[in-house]
């Protein structure tokens, strides 16, 4: 069956570091892949995206990568900030008009 | 700025009642999307439309209806509510890739 995987558990980190988060995918061939992030009670804001003929995407702090190969994107924030803190969504789309969201993951930024 | 405006942040609703869920957008869009999320499941999409009174099932349509009579207005209808039906529900719109998502309505059956 289609799936896509972020990790369930939350990602703790001290403030300053870099927080990697991963999105893997089976079974999808997609065009695109999207990377939201969502704050509690609040809907998810887009942050990112990247192509299939694309490696990495950078914007400010944020960096994605996606390796068709592997099935699998890689979401980076450098230079962490308690502001970080929220929760980060992967999200596919194959051609067409529907997306299909990974779970999330939560990520912590201490300071 | 996009924005994508539901009619209730939070509702409470008992079982058998219908159910109305309605979102807005400024920003002139053809597509919009209803999706629910539930604590480890991610978003799942239950209709899109790409244009004014077209509509596609998503994923999970079963027990919800939707009308959309014009571009800017989406509305999601629980024909009969029913407890599994207590959820977050979020509209989104787009253009093209990126979808820009109201703050959600999360919805109480009881």
């Known amino acids: 069956s289609q799936k896509i995987e972020q990790n369930s558990e939350a990602l703790n980190i001290q403030e300053g570091k870099t927080a990697t988060l991963t999105c893997n995918y089976t079974n999808y061939s997609p065009a695109y892949l999207q990377w939201y992030r969502q704050d509690p009670g609040r809907g998810p804001v887009f942050l990112l995206l990247?192509?299939?003929?694309?490696k990495e995407k950078r914007k400010e702090r944020l960096k994605v990568t996606f390796d068709t190969t592997l099935k699998q994107s890689l979401f980076h924030i450098t230079a962490s900030q308690p502001a970080d803190s929220a929760t980060y969504l992967c999200a596919l789309n194959t051609g067409g008009f529907k997306t299909i969201f990974g779970a999330g993951t939560r990520l912590f930024v201490k300071a | 700025d996009v924005k994508v405006t539901q009619s209730s942040r939070y509702l409470v609703k008992r079982t058998g009642e219908k159910v109305f869920l309605e979102c807005v957008q400024d920003?002139?869009?053809?597509?919009m999307f209803w999706y629910r999320q539930d604590p480890g499941l991610g978003l799942r999409l239950i209709y899109f439309s790409y244009d004014v009174k077209m509509k596609e099932k998503g994923d999970i349509p079963e027990g919800y209806s939707v009308s959309r009579e014009k571009k800017e207005r989406f509305s999601l209808i629980l024909e009969s509510a029913s407890t599994n039906q207590t959820s977050m529900y979020l509209c989104?719109?787009?253009?093209?890739?990126?979808?820009?998502f109201g703050p959600g309505t999360r919805l109480t059956v009881t």
């Open positions: 989104a719109s787009s253009s093209s890739s990126e979808q820009y």
């Open positions: 990247i192509r299939e003929n694309e």
């Open positions: 920003m002139d869009h053809e597509n």
